[in-house]
């Protein structure tokens, strides 16, 4: 895996952290910048953690997925491209989903930065299957970093602009995965 992947597959996994930093911004009230930071933070803390845990999960049952490898990562990220793609359709289709109450807590923000992270589990067992050698140290030190950056970019934005925004970041990500599962497939099966 080169590093314009690793890069991309960031992207695609902090494509909902992001837009869920944009609902935020725009939704609570009380968001200011200590709130702000704790946002960015547990949201990159979270993505960054998801893979390594996925990773350590795929490395003890390697033995066992090394003939599949391909087919787990393209399966594994389809499913998430296109839960993700989906999900973002339905808000588009359906606005009030993206309703938050009016202040943000703690309790808020650690169950949002878990469940937009979840999908970063399967990326990280996904990457275990892989046969070349790679840094999950690396891997997981650019997903948190550019999660990091993401979320606060989300945060300015949602000030300036509208829903719509938020709900196509995440259909965005989604192709991102789904792309990034079919590149894996097809360098495994035909080179």
Request: glycine content about 8%.
């Amino acid at each position: 895996m080169n590093f314009f992947s690793i890069i991309m597959i960031s992207v695609g996994l902090a494509m909902d952290a992001f837009a869920v930093a944009v609902s935020n911004s725009m939704c609570y009230k009380n968001m200011n910048r200590k709130w702000a930071f704790i946002n960015v933070a547990l949201f990159g803390i979270a993505q960054a953690m998801m893979p390594m845990i996925g990773w350590g999960l795929g490395k003890a049952f390697q033995v066992y997925i090394e003939k599949i490898d391909h087919y787990v990562a393209l399966i594994l990220l389809s499913y998430i491209g296109i839960k993700m793609i989906v999900e973002g359709i339905q808000k588009l289709r359906n606005p009030e989903i993206m309703e938050f109450d009016k202040k943000i807590t703690w309790n808020i923000l650690l169950i949002q930065a878990i469940a937009t992270s979840i999908d970063a589990l399967a990326v990280g067992i996904s990457l275990a299957a892989l046969p070349e050698k790679i840094s999950i140290t690396t891997i997981i030190l650019i997903i948190g970093m550019i999660t990091f950056v993401l979320v606060g970019i989300g945060l300015l934005m949602g000030k300036k602009i509208g829903n719509m925004i938020g709900e196509k970041a995440e259909i965005f990500g989604g192709i991102i995965l789904c792309f990034i599962g079919l590149k894996i497939f097809i360098e495994h099966v035909f080179f």
